[in-house]
């Protein structure tokens, strides 16, 4: 979560501090934001749309991240006469909103306000909690999903900084999926991003067949990212 975006006056909140919002659906929340999707979100997000993952990436990401895309208006794509056209399948920046949620690298989980949205006509209070809230959006199978690919994300991390170490242990695929942004530098991630990809290649190697429940192809997603990003143990520079 960008800090650029918190309510300076916001205090740091934890799910059981006072809050509560009152959405009155004015879809100005969903304009001029960059709204970012995990490989959980953006599985569902597909699903939602009948496409496979890698599909969903090619028409609703941008090119250069997983962000939802945006139109030249500034509202999201997925902004329908005012009303979400994804929203069972949203993800959870827009379940949280009007809270930012941070969880650092030890797992401790804070929130706080961010800036409202000019003319935004949802009302915050305090009559709730802030479990209570994230419970009504439905946040917590994301929020799993979140915590989960956190920890992938650091190993990238290292994976990046090992390639910028030169690491001749690191495996080549490894090497080229990282490094694929050239000179920059700039991860491939859009590749590790496609769950339904990256499964049915792990299926295929492994010679099974590929799961549909959802849970089951995250766990296996998990794996083969993890499987890419770390090396074999004993290789550990
Ligand atoms: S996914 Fe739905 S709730 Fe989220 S920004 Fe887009 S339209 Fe708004």
């Known amino acids: ?63 250069n991240g997983p962000y939802l895309r945006i139109r030249d208006d500034g509202a999201c794509f997925f902004l329908a006469d005012s009303r979400c056209a994804v929203h069972p399948d949203r993800p959870l920046a827009c379940r949280t909103y009007p809270l930012g949620r941070w969880v650092d690298g030890r797992g401790r989980e804070t929130f706080r306000e961010l800036k409202s949205a000019p003319q935004r006509e949802g009302v915050r209070g305090q009559t709730g909690t802030v479990d209570a809230f994230l419970d009504e959006q439905g946040a917590h199978p994301h929020m799993d999903a979140a915590n989960r690919y956190q920890a992938i994300f650091y190993r990238i991390f290292e994976a990046l900084q090992r390639i910028i170490r030169n690491d001749a242990d690191l495996p080549e695929e490894t090497r080229d999926t990282v490094a694929a942004g050239g000179p920059g530098r700039r991860p491939d991630i859009m590749k590790w991003l496609d769950v339904d990809g990256m499964v049915s290649a792990a299926c295929q190697n492994r010679n099974t067949s590929v799961p549909v429940e959802m849970d089951q192809l995250v766990t296996l997603h998990i794996a083969s990212v993890e499987e890419l990003a770390i090396p074999p143990k004993g290789e550990e520079p």
């Open 1 to 63: 979560m960008d800090n650029a975006l918190v309510c300076e006056s916001s205090p740091v909140l934890n799910r059981a501090s006072a809050f509560s919002y009152t959405c009155r659906a004015c879809g100005r929340c969903c304009h001029n934001k960059r709204i970012q999707a995990n490989p959980y979100e953006i599985l569902r997000l597909a699903r939602n749309r009948s496409l496979s993952t890698g599909e969903f990436i090619q028409i609703f990401l941008e090119v």
